[in-house]
């Protein structure tokens, strides 16, 4: 989307380097929300000002199997989808899937702890409002989702904007499980750090193996041994309350 940063190499996760998380908002004036943003994301999951919320089924997910391709952004690794696969409903908004990406270890975090690995589900609406659905990973037994595009990951290891068909990909195979989630008013988490984003993150942890989050953060430039922005800061003022 247009959104969305053309040359990845212009910000990094390493500390001191220029261009890590605490220099985005210097690097370009359209990023300056990443430094003087008032919702910015990730957060803490247990702060007050997150909802949780039961019932996933509200989401109204209407997924569906498309055509995608894997691309190497440098930063991380994202699943794109080409064709329509389906979109989420959420307060009566359309938001269609678009791509999904990982980050490790995770974003988010809950009373303080971080997991191994987070995926978000990018959606955004008709408006350009994004809607990210995340889910969390802890180490065990593999995921099954990932395990089908071992292969292809493997590819684009160390190919920066290298861009691979993926096939025909189901979101509906990512498993969400339980029906509870936390809900929250935030931004994107990688530059320019636009806000009003609807996060929705799954409760319940899921498993990957080791292995798969070697891979993952293997095929990422300089094996980057992160790609997960830090927590912000919650501005006790803000309009994260949100309505059901
Ligand atoms: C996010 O989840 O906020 C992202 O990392 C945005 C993106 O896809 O670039
Ligand atoms: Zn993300």
Redesign the pocket.
Known sequence: TSQEVENEREFNYVEGSGKGPEDWGHIHEEWRLCKNGEMQSPIDLTHERVQVVSRLGRLKRGYKPSNATLKNRGHDIMLKWVDDAGSINVNGTEYKLKQL?W?SPS?HTINGSSYDLEV?MVHESSDNKFAVVGIMYTIGRPDTFLSELMGQIKSLADRHDMEIAAGVVDPRHLKMGSRKYYRYLGSL??PPCTEGVIWTIVRKVRTVSREQVRLLRLAVEDNAERNARPTQAVNEHDEREWNY
């Open positions: 990406h980050h974003e978000h988490t990688t």
